[in-house]
């Protein structure tokens, strides 16, 4: 299967001499040796490097250590390449293969792929839109470096026009360029919530942890019990430092719960977070206390003492002594392995966790605190509340927290109507019975 690996990538520049090309680390008075850490490479299933894929990744170095480009969007489009890749050698089929015949053309039978996966619930709406905007983005730049030698253009380009309205109501046109390979995002979700992942009960909440407890390991069991007891994303989760529950600060109302402080900006303990957000999440003290208790095991200790460099000092290790996430982006692929093998034990034990992934313990955890807000508050302070949990969740803009809150009224109203339907229903087949 192909690979995606990340690599740290020296630039060199070369020099030219009569009879050779000697390439040597870029160095300049003000910035040394330049290296990009973590960035992706291309590998098919022999082995192989894929040569234009790790040309693209490495033409994008002088963009990241300018600031024109950050390293994530690489590792993001990366995935989606990869992605790509995978169909390319499940298919037999070459990354330049465009037959006269357009039913049999690489990208059109990946875009027909793409909607088959959608379709089936494999992927969402939008993943399968970003997906195959990312691989003709790529194709453009292949194109635009003269790699794709074939007479067939890969797909046709037209220009649409939007309209679009500023923040003082002056409307306008802008010109967005798309093509006749482009998948609209024409999902409908029952939520509207991040990554368009419902949440679930409280009392599935309970059994899930109760569950985990048993049968996972206790790192596994500790990162949903963070993910549903603060919110945090994964890739935070995984980032967390020990320096991060020492500095953890008591709540002044109330000895249940402190705050973990958490972003890239913070100096003593940098955690990982989305848009590079800092800011402070709340954590229940018997939470917190049961992590530091973690910390100082023998079964941590020993992993913490096979890692490497600030390696240890992350609370969350694998048995080699790695961090769970891998890149920049807080991906975790040893996560998402534990995650198949809780759902696999559950089914075994009777238990539906099928459709359970880890950010719904994010959307529980965000839906519970809007419910509670409402039912403490009522309707007339809305403002304060998607004020809080744009907080506690660290959104970088309200209209994401809104979500949530029209999210647990939309249930409310949901569920009184189920309500008096059922009373109507089962009003009518009494009065059935009794005739």
Not at 372 to 380: D, F, R, W
């Amino acid at each position: 299967m192909a690979r995606l690996d990340y690599i740290d990538f020296t630039v060199h520049v070369p020099t030219v001499t009569a009879d050779q090309v000697l390439w040597a680390p870029r160095v300049t008075p003000t910035t040394g040796v330049r290296i990009v850490k973590n960035l992706p490479h291309f590998f098919w299933a022999d082995g192989r490097p894929w040569l234009e894929g790790n040309l693209w990744a490495s033409r994008q170095v002088d963009r990241i250590l300018s600031g024109e480009l950050k390293l994530k969007t690489i590792q993001t489009s990366a995935l989606a390449i990869h992605a790509y890749m995978q169909f390319l050698e499940a298919e037999e089929i070459d990354w330049w293969h465009f037959p006269p015949e357009r039913e049999k053309r690489c990208l059109i039978r990946y875009r027909g792929f793409l909607i088959k996966c959608r379709t089936e619930g494999k992927i969402t709406a939008s993943t399968t839109s970003s997906r195959m905007s990312t691989v003709i983005s790529f194709y453009r730049w292949i194109r635009a470096e003269h790699l794709l030698t074939t007479a067939i253009q890969p797909f046709s380009e037209r220009v649409v026009g939007i309209r679009v309205q500023d923040t003082s109501g002056f409307r306008r046109t802008i010109g967005v360029t798309t093509t006749d390979l482009a998948i609209p995002n024409r999902g409908r979700s029952a939520s509207d919530l991040e990554d368009g992942l419902l949440p679930v009960s409280l009392e599935e909440r309970n059994r899930i942890l109760a569950f985990a407890e048993l049968h996972c390991s206790e790192e596994l069991y500790l990162m949903l019990a963070l993910g549903f007891g603060t919110g945090m994303r994964l890739g935070s989760i995984t980032d967390l430092k020990i320096r991060t529950l020492l500095a953890a600060q008591p709540d002044s109302h109330t000895d249940k719960l402190h705050y973990l402080t958490i972003g890239p900006g913070v100096k003593y303990a940098p955690v990982h977070t989305k848009f590079d957000v800092d800011g402070q999440v709340i954590i229940p003290t018997i939470l917190l206390e049961r992590l530091q208790v973690y910390v100082n095991s023998p079964r941590r200790l020993k992993r913490e003492a096979a890692a490497s460099g600030e390696a240890k000092h992350i609370v969350f290790l694998n048995r080699y002594g790695k961090p769970f996430s891998r890149g920049e982006d807080g991906r975790s692929p040893s996560v998402n392995t534990e995650m198949t093998r809780l759902r696999c034990k559950a089914r075994t034990e009777g238990l539906n966790l099928d459709n359970f992934k880890f950010h719904r313990s994010r959307a529980t955890f965000a839906t519970s605190i809007a419910d509670t807000a409402i039912s403490m508050s009522g309707a007339s302070s809305v403002g304060n509340i998607v004020q809080l949990i744009r907080d506690l969740l660290l959104h970088k803009d309200e209209a994401t927290s809104m979500r949530y809150i029209k999210f647990v009224r939309n249930q409310k109203v949901k569920a009184q109507w189920a309500n008096e339907f059922t009373r109507l229903f089962v009003g009518a087949a009494m009065s059935s019975d009794n005739a």
